[in-house]
């Protein structure tokens, strides 16, 4: 028997050499996985299989290494397809993340959004989820909206519903939040937009490492996540969005690929989805999220959830004990994250001496401003976990705690 399928963690830790090492002479604590989770010898093997052995441009050459590698491309879209259960897998474009998959969406929209109209986000979101809305308002004359949360750090459902209006051209949040680790009821939300027949944006990044996710039960239009939040390489990424959609967008670059011929008089624009992946892509880095979507199903998605649950209790409930400690997002139903702010100490402080005792969090305002600012700090300590942490580094990071305390108060 395989000793994942009982979720042996101290089994999978061996498939993260990264997490063994000392820092300042400590063992790693490594508690900053909503910024970019760790990578299992599986995925750096697959990379390193492919830049030894099959490395060649996708969909271009007709000698054997163009071949594998294209084979390799596509069973990565594939899996990725099978993985959040899209009707099909010309639904799954390739980008470097979930920031250019949401710039992707708001560039093809330009040409629809007039003076007047409204884009639906909420005070919880990303920068990525903020920035690129504010941008399309800034250049069409449209306005953009922002639904209310509370002190719990929970989106008010019932104001963000009343929100949606016969001017809202697009709802966009977060599934879940990764300054408050707040899971959104998507289902609800997307419920009502479509009773307005307006779209909807997901923001999965910080849901797809923690939850089995089905965008044809949610129903969402478009889904979007980066692969450096679920064991994959840096600059991967996927835009998923209905396929009647995607017929009816424009592409949003242009070069090699995302054609299928070029005249001075006319330009005939390649098939789905490849009309969206214009220029070589990061193919090795595709691999490797392929590599991490059949780790993550070989230890199931359902398990992990549960694992993580149960470890979040525990690191909201001693962070809830230590002396000092405000926490920061204590909403009823949220998902790996925990933050936090200990009087007297400002973040950045308060990370370098947790580094110190060899536990990496993050500081900062996290790419959500807004939220900090709706909390009235200047940041706050970001503790985040994943399916490979165990309780023991919440007691390191409790330790480290105390001695920044010392140090501070």
Known sequence: MNPKQNFDVSHIRKDFPILSQKIHGHSLAFLDNAASSQQPIKVTQAVKDYHEQDHANVHRGVHHLSHKATDAYEAARDKIAKFINTSSSKEIVFTSGTTEAINLLAATMESKIVAGDEILITHMEHHSNIVPWYRLCEKTKA???????????????????????????????????????????????????????????????????????????????????????????????????????????????????????????????????????????????????????????????????????????????????????RLIGTAENRAGVQSFTMEGAHPHDLGTVLDHQGVAIRTGHHCAMPVMEFFNVPGTARASLSFYNVESEIDQLIEGLSVARDMFL
């Open 143 to 325: 306005s953009l909206i922002v639904a209310p949360i509370n002190q719990k750090g929970e989106l008010i459902l019932e104001e963000m519903i009343d929100l949606i209006s016969n001017k809202t051209r697009l709802v966009a949040c977060s599934h879940v939040s990764n300054a408050l680790g707040t899971i959104n009821p998507v289902e609800e939300i997307i419920n009502a937009a479509h009773k307005r027949g307006v779209p909807v944006l997901i923001d999965g990044a910080q849901a797809i490492p923690h939850q089995s996710i089905d965008v044809n039960e949610l129903d969402c239009d478009f889904y979007v996540f980066s692969g450096h939040k679920m064991c994959a390489p840096t600059g991967t990424g996927v835009f998923y969005a209905k396929e009647h959609i995607l017929k009816e967008m424009p592409p949003w670059q242009g070069g090699g690929e995302m054609i299928l011929s070029v005249s001075f008089d006319e330009i005939i624009y390649n098939d789905l989805p490849y009309r969206f992946e214009a220029g070589t892509p990061n193919i090795s880095g595709v691999v490797g999220l392929g590599a991490a979507v059949d780790y993550l199903e070989d230890i199931g998605m359902d398990k992990i959830a549960s694992y993580e649950k149960n470890l979040l209790n525990y690191l909201t409930e001693s962070l809830g004990k230590a002396p000092g400690i």
